[in-house]
């Protein structure tokens, strides 16, 4: 077999290519002929038909030599603390942010040209509404938004001082088949499955669901061209959690009274999308699909593979 770490001068470096939005991104990069090194903590979680390579973002003289080898065009850093819940208050966050702005001048210094942040529409607050980056403000709540609020501002400042292109890219409510089962949509899907109890305890909140292929194919677009420094991906669609649940009962014939909806106050419903009027939203980038199409095709999937006893739990 031909070594697929050969001739990969002038890549784009996936930093996290093992995690949910980095295997998206893998796989767009592979399917538009991109030459791309996935690197990972745990790179057998990488097809091993990938170019990968072990990378601790915490290690210096590790984030020095992977950069000398593969002299990359275009490093988009995807690696940041994820633990389900714990990560909105995990001091790992500010570990996470240190090492990255380190690693976005290490970065420079090996001559690469643009360097991308993963953001968060969390950066913009619990509920702010319609948001917009070419107007709205952040309004940080927890560690992990002040955390990428802080990066975001100290990147965009190192890229000046060495003259080179970055971007920050806020991710809206990302989904779709690989993402955590504790999230909520495949914790969903997975008890309507068992017939197990459903709760719902926020119904009312509404959210960008955003698949991750159309993610994967906004990273991309942004990798390729030019964009303001700052964008929103996002479907530019509210939709309520209650609506979800719905569609996923109806498809899977879940009995709907074993569904316990507690009904918050106005004062805690979540409300935040992508302003339909933001860049990305004006260019020819779109969702490949409708959300129930994705929606549909989620459940079949995991219907499919629980048949075939090779779902993990």
């Not at 929103?232 to 009962?249: K, M, Q, W």
């Amino acid at each position: 077999m031909s070594n697929p770490l050969k001739n990969l001068e002038g890549s784009v470096l996936i930093v996290g290519g093992s995690g949910f939005i980095g295997k998206a991104l893998c796989n767009q990069l592979t399917k538009k002929g991109q030459k791309f090194v996935a690197t990972s903590r745990s790179p057998g979680k990488i097809p091993k038909s990938l170019p990968q390579v072990v990378l601790d973002i915490f290690d210096k003289k590790n984030r020095v030599e992977v950069l000398k080898k593969f002299e990359p065009k275009t490093v988009v850093l995807l690696a940041w603390e994820t633990k389900h819940q714990d990560y909105w208050d995990s001091k790992l966050n500010i570990k996470y942010m240190e090492s990255a702005l380190k690693f976005a001048e290490e970065s420079y210094q090996f001559q690469v040209s643009k360097f991308i942040g993963i953001g968060s529409m969390s950066e913009y607050g619990y509920s702010p509404g319609s948001c917009n980056s070419a107007r709205d403000r952040v309004n940080p709540q927890d560690l992990y938004s002040l955390t990428k609020c802080h990066m975001s501002n100290e990147l965009l400042s190192i890229s000046r001082i060495y003259k080179a292109d970055a971007n920050w890219v806020r991710l809206f409510h990302p989904f779709g088949f690989g993402e955590k089962n504790l999230r909520l949509i495949p914790s969903l899907i997975n008890n309507m499955i068992d017939k197990k109890e459903v709760k719902i305890l926020n119904p009312n909140h509404k959210l960008d669901f955003t698949h991750v292929t159309d993610i994967a194919c906004a990273i991309n677009l942004i990798i390729r061209g030019t964009f303001p420094y700052i964008t929103d991906i996002g479907t530019g669609n509210p939709t309520s959690v209650e609506s979800i649940v719905t569609l996923l009962a109806n498809h899977l014939n879940y009995p709907m009274q074993k569904i316990k909806y507690s009904r918050s106050n106005k004062l805690s419903e979540r409300n935040i999308y992508v302003d339909p009027n933001s860049y990305l939203n004006m260019t020819n980038w779109r969702p490949a699909k409708k959300l129930d199409e994705y929606l549909i095709d989620y459940v079949d999937a995991i219907v499919s593979l629980k048949n075939n006893s090779i779902y993990n739990f």
